[in-house]
């Protein structure tokens, strides 16, 4: 007779509990984005986080009936709307005299690039 191996016996692996599965989850998650935050400057990152974050808190304040106003939801025009209401009138700078606000050149390009980039990494 051949030489016999006994096999162990078939283990069926533990389910985690839905905590552990959440918690094993965000870890990866934020794992997967490290490359991402330091493929950047820190103050590029952070700048980013604040414009999204802003975002999201203008979108949650919004009561608009029929209409969910969430980040995963927001259309093109919300956008637009938060640009003008709010993002321009609280970080303009100084225009031509006191009684006039407007931002810096670049200033709207790049909060619109740190909300692509925000958009892009949330996909």
Same mark, same amino acid.
């Given at each position: 007779m051949p030489n016999c191996v006994a096999l162990p016996? !078939? &283990? $069926?692996? @533990? &389910?985690? /509990?839905? %905590?552990a599965a /959440?918690? $094993?989850y965000t870890a990866g +998650?934020? !794992?997967a984005a490290?490359? %991402?935050q330091k493929a950047v400057k820190a103050s590029t990152h952070k700048a980013r986080h604040a414009v999204v974050t802003e975002l999201k808190s203008w979108l949650q304040q919004l009561n608009m009936p029929n209409k969910s106003m969430q980040i995963w939801t927001v259309m093109p025009e919300d956008i637009l709307v938060f +640009? @003008? &209401?709010q993002w321009l009138?609280? $970080?303009a700078g100084s225009g031509t005299s006191s009684a006039e606000l407007i931002a810096a050149p670049n200033s709207l390009a790049t909060v619109k690039s740190h909300l692509s980039k925000g958009f892009e990494l949330m996909s």
């Open positions: 016996p !078939t &283990q $069926h692996p @533990v &389910q985690p /509990s839905q %905590q /959440s918690n $094993h +998650l934020q !794992t490290t490359p %991402q +640009l @003008v &209401q009138p609280n $970080h």
